[in-house]
C-alpha cells in the first residue's frame, strides 16, 4: 500500500478485544508491534489528535497498513507480543529485542537433564519452553513439575559431587538419579513426559499415563500404577480448573475469575501449557525450541 493510512476506517472495524497489533512501513516491514487488553481503543489512540509524542509522530509517518491478531486473553497478547518482537526485531521497539524480558524453562543438554528456571538468550543447548508472562508463573511451573515427574532442579557440579540423596529427593521433588535409585532409562521417560506437558499436549500425556498404569497394574506393580494413578488425577484436575479459567474469561463470570497463583499458567507455552491461549497460539516455526 503506497498511499497514507487511512486511520480512522481501520479503527472503527476493530473489536473491543485483547490482541496484537502490527504497523507495517512502505516496504512492507513491521515497524511496530504491540499488545491491547481492548484493540480498538489502544490502536485508535496512537491516531489521536492528542497524541503528540515525538516518537509516536516520527512511527505514524512511515505507517502504511496495520494488522491485529485477536487473542483470549492480555496475557496471551503479552506473550504473543514478545515473540513477534524477538523474531522480527521492528526499529521502534526498543524494550523486548535483548531476549531478557520473559523468563523461560529450561531442559538442560545432559544424561540427566535438569529443569531450570532461566532467562536470557535464548543460544542454550537443550530445549527452552516459554516465554511466561513472570517470573511466578515459570517458577510455578517448575515447583508442579518437581512434584509430578520428580525431574532434578540441582547444578550439573552439585549433582556430580552426590554421595547420598539431598533434601529435594526427602520431600518427593527429585528421583535421585545422582545416586542412582532410578534408572536412565526411567528418569529419560519423565523429561520426555514433563516435555509434553509443556509441549502443550497434557491429553496424550494422559493417554501414556494410563496405558503405563493398566501396564504396572497388570504385571502387580501395585505402588508404581498407584504413583502413575496420581499423577493422572492431578494432571486431570488442572485441566479442569483450566477450562474453568477460560470460561470465567469469556462469560465474565465474577465467581471464576483466573487466579494466577493457582491455575494452569505457564505458555506457555505456555504455556495454558502451550495451548492457543499461551504461546503456541504462534505458529509451529514461531515456537522456542
Known amino acids: 500500500m503506497s498511499g497514507p493510512f487511512d486511520a480512522r476506517a ?5 473489536p473491543r478485544r485483547p490482541g496484537v497489533y502490527r504497523m507495517y512501513g512502505a516496504d512492507d516491514s513491521i515497524l511496530y508491534v504491540g499488545k491491547a487488553q ?3 481503543d489502544r490502536v485508535g489512540s496512537y491516531f489521536s489528535p492528542r497524541n503528540l509524542a515525538p516518537k509516536v509522530a516520527a512511527l505514524l509517518a512511515q ?14 497478547a503479552l506473550l504473543v507480543e514478545a515473540r513477534l518482537v524477538k523474531d522480527t526485531q521492528p526499529k ?3 524494550d523486548l529485542k535483548d531476549d531478557k524480558s520473559f523468563p523461560y524453562i529450561h531442559v538442560t543438554a545432559h544424561d540427566f537433564p535438569r529443569l531450570a528456571y532461566y532467562r536470557g538468550p535464548r543460544r542454550q543447548p537443550g530445549r527452552l519452553f516459554g516465554p511466561y508472562p513472570s517470573s511466578v508463573a515459570a517458577r510455578e511451573t517448575l515447583l508442579l513439575l518437581q512434584k509430578l515427574f520428580r525431574i532434578r532442579p540441582c547444578e550439573d557440579t552439585f549433582f556430580a559431587n552426590r554421595s547420598r540423596p539431598c533434601l529435594q529427593y526427602q520431600i518427593g521433588r527429585c528421583s535421585a538419579p545422582c545416586v542412582g535409585l ?5 528418569y529419560r521417560a519423565n523429561v520426555r513426559r514433563a516435555e509434553l506437558f509443556l509441549d502443550g499436549r497434557s491429553d496424550a500425556l494422559v493417554d501414556e499415563l494410563a496405558v503405563a498404569m493398566e501396564a504396572a497394574s497388570a504385571a502387580l506393580e501395585f505402588e508404581r500404577a498407584a504413583q502413575l494413578r496420581d499423577q ?14 477460560g470460561d470465567a474469561r469469556q462469560h465474565g463470570r465474577a465467581g471464576l475469575r483466573h ?7 505457564a505458555a506457555a507455552g505456555l504455556p495454558r501449557w502451550q495451548q492457543p491461549r ?12
Open 259 to 265: 487466579r494466577p497463583r493457582r491455575g494452569l499458567r
Open 278 to 289: 499461551h504461546p503456541h497460539l504462534l505458529p509451529a516455526h514461531q515456537r522456542c525450541r
Open 232 to 245: 493422572i488425577a492431578s494432571l486431570r484436575r488442572m485441566q479442569a480448573r483450566q477450562y474453568v479459567d
Open 38 to 40: 481492548r484493540l480498538r
Open 10 to 14: 481501520f479503527v472503527a472495524n476493530l
Open 92 to 94: 521502534f521497539n526498543v
Open 182 to 186: 532410578i534408572s536412565a532409562e526411567d
Open 63 to 76: 505507517v502504511r497498513r496495520v494488522e491485529v491478531t485477536v487473542t483470549a486473553s492480555e496475557t496471551d
